[in-house]
């Protein structure tokens, strides 16, 4: 097999094929669920809360490289290496809270997205849910997954709203720049919730779980790509596009949530608006302090994260759970193919679009699902950093000391994020 055809030199390739499984990741944690607990932290500790986003860069930076490396490198997703070389009992408390948390944050996606179209152009919400529900499962399963990525990568457009959003309302950018870089913080129980929230949305598990995914579906789907434990001469290509791609992705989401934020600071929290529930909500209460141009933006940019983010959660859930049970996996198979994969995709999808018709209020529960979130994050992280310095699951490309530090940095200060809210908890 003539391996070189699919070598493309990295000289010749455009920033933009560069980029892929990094930037779909990065985008997607600014899903309407992130939009909404960015909005409702910014509208209620205002100009404190700013630097979350910046700190919080180089350590998402630092454990998505991990996971993606240990993705390209075994050839297998998280869940599978966990499965092969850890208790049974830790992968299947890990899936499990992965699969309930999932399941929540793509309820309340597909309700978010429903309520900002009716917003735009009026009807009804629950049918709008179900079209989204369809649509999401119409592209996954029947789309072949080399078309199907890049209808992701394109999607990540749509988080341009954000950044446009904020250059149309009234912002003191010498405000911003200083009591961002020189917060007010707080030992308030709430704020300390809040700031848990955001880490939690932010460096969240279902984003390990897809860039490791992504990069072995990547690598199935290019004739003559091999895992970099068996190809290592295509290790030093592979490597920097990894860096390129997560740097870029990752950075693009915490601008985009800092946008995001932003706007709730110097519009809701400025007016004495502390108290947003959802992100259609952060949107309609837009439409009289900055108009209907910043409105019709915001609302619009929620339905085209949710597109963006609806298939990654479902996604991931279905690598982690069809991992853990052997089951053949990837969105570059078929239906007949892989069973238990789409099978769980699909479950997961419905049930979430489900939970829009019942009493349950997903959005709610969505702030909490970030507390979650932030809780299970750090087993994993540390499982994730375990593995990715012995050899004998990353051969020759266990992490070095840089890694090391950015990661257990990652690990340690969620850590300690979640030991502070409980500390301050019933306070």
């Known amino acids: 097999m003539d391996t070189n055809k699919q070598e493309t030199p990295p000289k010749q390739q455009t920033l933009w094929q560069k ?12 899903d309407p669920s992130g939009i909404a607990t960015y909005s409702q932290s910014g509208a209620a500790f205002g100009y404190g809360i700013l630097w979350t986003v910046f700190f919080t860069f180089p350590l998402m930076v630092g454990i998505q490289i991990v996971s993606a490396r240990i993705g390209r490198v075994t050839g297998h997703g998280l869940a599978a290496n966990i499965r092969s070389h850890y208790a049974p009992w830790l992968l299947y408390c890990i899936v499990g809270l992965l699969l309930i948390a999932n399941t929540i944050n793509i309820a309340a996606d597909i309700g978010a997205m429903a309520a900002a179209l009716k917003l735009l152009i009026g009807g009804p919400a629950h049918w709008y849910a179900v079209g989204f529900a369809v649509l999401s499962l119409v592209l996954q399963v029947f789309v072949p997954f080399p078309r199907y990525a890049p209808i992701l990568k394109v999607l990540t457009l749509a988080l341009f709203a954000y950044v446009a959003t904020v250059f149309v309302v009234q912002v003191p950018w010498g405000e911003v720049l200083v009591r961002t870089f020189v917060p007010a913080m707080s030992s308030n129980a709430d704020y300390v919730v809040a700031v848990v ?29 091999e895992p970099l434990r068996e ?22 989401s915490n601008i985009v949530a ?25 949107a309609e209460a837009l439409r009289p302090l900055a108009g209907e141009f910043a409105f019709a933006l915001f609302a619009a940019g929620i339905v085209g994260t949710g597109l963006l983010a609806v298939p990654i959660l479902a996604g991931s859930a279905a690598y982690a759970v ?5 089951w053949r996996i990837g969105l570059g198979l078929k239906l007949l193919q892989a069973r238990g994969f789409y099978t769980i995709l699909t479950i997961a999808t419905l049930m979430g679009m489900a939970l829009n018709f019942t009493p349950i209020d997903p959005i709610k529960a969505l702030f909490w699902t970030a507390v979650i979130n932030g809780v299970i994050a750090v087993p994993i992280m540390a499982v994730m950093m375990l593995m990715a310095v012995r050899s004998d699951i990353m051969g020759r490309f266990v992490i070095k000391r840089r890694l090391k530090v950015l990661g257990w940095l990652a690990t340690v200060v969620m850590a300690f994020a979640v030991v502070a809210m409980a500390a301050t908890w019933g306070k």
């Open 197 to 225: 929230a955001v880490f939690g949305t932010t460096i969240s598990p279902y984003l390990f779980f897809w860039q490791a995914s992504q990069e072995v579906e990547e690598q199935r789907a290019t004739d003559g790509d």
């Open 231 to 252: 190809a290592p001469d295509q290790a030093e290509s592979h490597l920097r596009r990894i860096r390129i791609d997560t740097y870029i992705g990752m950075a693009f």
């Open 258 to 282: 800092f946008f995001i934020m932003l706007t709730a600071v110097v519009t809701f929290n400025a007016h004495g608006i502390t108290d947003i529930q959802s992100s259609a909500q952060a």
């Open 19 to 30: 980029l892929g499984p990094g930037l779909v990741t990065g985008a997607a944690d600014d």
């Open 322 to 326: 069809a991992e853990s049970f052997k």
